[in-house]
């Protein structure tokens, strides 16, 4: 599959290098690696370490090792087991698994091995929504180049949703028996939610650039193919 872009974009905007912007013609903050001041306290308080609260995980450093045959850190003993809260975690997996799952949930990918793995995984003849839907040309020219911007991004984050999607999908066809079983169905159904979600997302972010009367287009009862 063709790297996400879209044919009427001759030029990809550029993003800051800071990675921040302030609205307004406000400056950035130089860093944020000092205290900040909650004026409904007047004291300080630690600067966040991070965007993601993710307790947890910072809790274990890199040289720690987790516990293979707990599922949970605290179990509570005996007969008490019946009267506890359940758990929000399954068993624990395998070391292996889990630190490559999170590495690749943690950090950016290399470009030429993303490219290697689209092209590898083609869309099945009959299977049209398996792709990532560009936005109607004559619409496309109508948009700001910030709507523009917006919507190649959001066509970049799909690419590798439909990739994974079609990847399962020729996984399940690869089967002698072409069983589809039920953790099949799960992800199957997981994925695709994901895309119809992603697909209203950018019809809400586009429609405030077109003409009214074409807002209909929008909605996310209305399929994909007719963008473009």
Request: charged share 20%; with cysteine.
């Amino acid at each position: 599959m063709a790297e996400v872009s879209h044919p009427n974009d001759r030029t990809r905007p550029s993003t800051s290098s800071s990675g921040i912007s302030a609205r307004g013609g406000d400056s950035a903050p130089s860093s944020i690696g000092t205290n900040v001041t909650r004026a409904d306290q007047g004291s300080n308080v630690p600067a966040p370490t991070g965007l993601w609260p993710m307790a947890d995980s910072d809790q274990v450093s890199q040289t720690d090792t987790v516990d293979n045959t707990k599922a949970t850190t605290n179990i509570a003993p005996g007969f008490a087991q019946r009267f506890a809260a359940p758990s929000e975690e399954g068993e624990a997996v395998s070391n292996e698994l889990a630190e490559g799952l999170t590495f690749l949930m943690t950090s950016k990918l290399e470009e030429k091995h993303l490219m290697e793995t689209f092209q590898q995984y083609l869309k099945p003849a009959n299977c049209d929504f398996l792709q990532v839907p560009k936005v109607n040309p004559i619409v496309w020219d109508n948009l700001s180049p910030k709507v523009r911007s917006t919507d190649l991004k959001g066509q970049r984050i799909q690419k590798p949703l439909v990739t994974g999607l079609t990847a399962l999908v020729h996984s399940i066809e690869s089967r002698k028996d072409k069983s589809l079983l039920k953790v099949d169905q799960d992800i199957l159904a997981m994925l695709a939610n994901a895309y119809f979600e992603m697909n209203a997302l950018r019809g809400e972010l586009i429609k405030p650039d077109l003409n009214q009367k074409y807002s209909h287009l929008c909605k996310p009862s209305v399929k994909p193919t007719v963008w473009g």
